[in-house]
């Protein structure tokens, strides 16, 4: 067996041993458990991947995630996905201290602005959007509105690579699909947003 395929069986052993106790868990769990199966080093990017695949393929559906930030026990604050199954919350982590999304206030509240307290947003241009201070940004909902999903994602295109993400739900009830662009290749702190019918996809682009 390669060693590709044997960190895959160590990691798919991790993530099944969380999905079968119906565990609240983040990459870092998962990785911590996986390290149990092989003597191989597992790095915490390559479960990042493996688990967000498998949760944009469709297995595993009885599961929901969201962005939050987690407080270690050195105190360190860090963000990471948090996975959790039907009837629980991400606010269930252990390490959720005050069991709030990374994106805050009028971020998470506002549909068509996302603008950061460090940057003019007087001079924006059409369908011009300014990161929040922390470099997120969440899709305006006249653009979801627009496209649909794909297998339970939308599909965004930012700097012409796929990106799909499972919407969460917003107080309002409505998908709200956020992101963090700096992460996919976008190098500055405004980005223009249109919708692509023809495409069925969310186009993110430098300005």
């Known amino acids: 067996m390669s ?3 044997t960190l895959n069986v160590a990691i798919l052993n991790g993530l099944t041993n969380m999905i079968d106790r119906d565990k ?3 990459h870092f769990d998962v990785t911590n458990f996986a390290r149990d199966y092989t003597d191989e080093s597992i790095r915490n990017i390559d479960v990042r991947s493996f688990i967000n695949e498998m949760f944009i393929n469709g297995k595993m559906n009885d599961y929901n995630r969201q962005l939050m930030d987690l407080t270690l026990k050195d105190g360190a604050v860090v963000e ?3 996975y959790f199954p039907i009837g629980k919350s991400a606010s269930d982590h ?3 201290a005050d069991a709030r999304l990374t994106i805050e206030g009028d971020d998470f509240l506002a549909d068509d602005t996302s603008t950061s307290a460090n940057t003019d947003s007087s001079d924006l241009g059409a369908d011009e959007y300014n990161l929040t201070a922390k470099g997120r940004f969440q899709v305006p909902q006249r653009l ?3 496209v649909g999903m794909v297998a339970g994602s939308y599909d965004l295109k930012i700097n012409n690579s796929i990106v799909s993400i ?3 739900i917003g107080n309002d009830n409505r998908n709200c699909v956020r ?3 700096h992460r996919h290749g976008i190098s500055s702190n405004r980005v223009k947003v249109t919708a692509d019918t023809d495409a069925n996809t969310i ?3 430098n300005v």
Do not use: M, R, Y
């Open 3 to 5: 060693d590709t395929a």
């Open 24 to 26: 609240v868990f983040t």
């Open 80 to 82: 990471a996905v948090v």
């Open 94 to 96: 252990e390490l959720v």
């Open 144 to 146: 979801l509105a627009q």
């Open 166 to 168: 499972k919407p969460n």
């Open 179 to 181: 992101i963090t662009p």
């Open 203 to 205: 186009n993110i682009d």
